[in-house]
C-alpha cells in the first residue's frame, strides 16, 4: 500500500491549486455525470453516485453545478457523450502504471497517453498488462491532524472496513469496493469527515525507484494529471521521500 504514498501526496497539494483553477469541478462533474449514466440519478440507490457528490460538495461545489452534472448524466440535459477507460503501461524501471479517464474522444486521449509515456521513457501497454498487480478498492482518507487514530480505528472496523493504514499525512480506511459508500456514510455519521472517498487500485507489491528514475516518474505521473482527459492514475512505485513536485 506504501508505494503510492508519496504520489498520493503531491496529488493533494496539487488539489488546492487544481480547485483555484477549476480543474478538481471537472473532474468531478465527470464522475457525477458518468455515475448517473451508468447507474442512474437517484443518489440513494447509486452508491458510485452518492460518493461523487459527497466528494463535490467536500470541494465546496454549488449545488446547481451537481444537479446539472446528474441530469446531463440521465440525458435531462444535452451533454457530452463520456466513455470510461483504463489504459496500462510501463513507466521507467518497470514501474506498472494505471491511468483511468473519461474522454468524449478516444482517439485524442489515447493519443495523449502514449505520448506522456513515451515522453518520460515507459510505454503504453495492452489490456490487462499490468492490472494483475493491483487489487481493486475502497480508499477513504483522513488527514492525521484532524482525528485520532485509534478513535478511526474502532469506527472504522465497526462500519465494516477491512483495514485502516497510516500513510504519511494521512489515515487511508480500506473496504471492500462495494462497501465504500456505507463505511464512508458511518464514519461520517459518528463524525468523521473525510478529505476524500473513491475507488482506489492499490498494488499487491511495490517497486522502489529512486534518483532520476523517481524523478522521471513524478514528471509522468504529472503530466497525466495535468490532462483533463485523466481522471485517476495508479502505479505500484514506492516513491522516496524527498522527491518533490516538480523535481
Known amino acids: 500500500m506504501s508505494g503510492h504514498s ?33 447507474g442512474g440519478g437517484d443518489a440513494e440507490g447509486n452508491p458510485r453516485l452518492k460518493t461523487a457528490i459527497a466528494n463535490a460538495k467536500a470541494q465546496n461545489m454549488p ?29 521507467a524501471g518497470g514501474v506498472a502504471v494505471m491511468v ?9 486521449t489515447v493519443s495523449d497517453v502514449r505520448y506522456v509515456f513515451t515522453r518520460f521513457g515507459g510505454s503504453l501497454g495492452a489490456a490487462n498488462s499490468v ?8 480508499l477513504i ?15 472504522a472496523l465497526e462500519a465494516g472496513a477491512e483495514d485502516v493504514r497510516v500513510e504519511d499525512e494521512v489515515f487511508e480506511v480500506l473496504t471492500d469496493p462495494g462497501d465504500l459508500e456505507t463505511v464512508r456514510e458511518a464514519l461520517s455519521q459518528a463524525g468523521l469527515e473525510p478529505e476524500s472517498a473513491e475507488l482506489a487500485m492499490i498494488p499487491a ?43
Do not use: C
Not at 528514475?213 to 524527498?242: H, I, M, Y
Open 6 to 38: 508519496k504520489w498520493s501526496t503531491i496529488k493533494r497539494k496539487k488539489a488546492a491549486v487544481d480547485a483555484k483553477r477549476g480543474r478538481a469541478f471537472t473532474r468531478l462533474i465527470k464522475e457525477i455525470t458518468v455515475a448517473a449514466r451508468t
Open 63 to 91: 449545488k446547481e453545478n451537481i444537479e446539472r452534472a446528474v441530469k446531463k448524466g440521465t440525458g435531462e440535459l444535452e451533454g457530452q457523450a463520456f466513455e470510461e477507460i483504463t489504459y496500462e503501461g510501463y513507466a
Open 100 to 108: 483511468e479517464a473519461v474522454t468524449d474522444n478516444k482517439k485524442r
Open 131 to 138: 492490472a494483475y498487480l493491483f487489487t481493486n478498492k475502497g
Open 141 to 155: 482518507t483522513f488527514l492525521k491532524d484532524q482525528v485520532g487514530e485509534d478513535q478511526l480505528m474502532e469506527a
Open 205 to 247: 507489491t511495490t517497486i522502489k525507484v529512486e534518483g532520476r528514475q523517481a524523478a522521471s516518474l513524478v514528471k509522468l505521473l504529472d503530466a497525466f494529471d495535468e490532462n483533463e482527459d485523466v481522471q485517476n492514475v495508479w502505479t505500484n512505485a514506492d516513491l522516496p521521500d524527498e522527491i518533490e513536485e516538480g523535481d
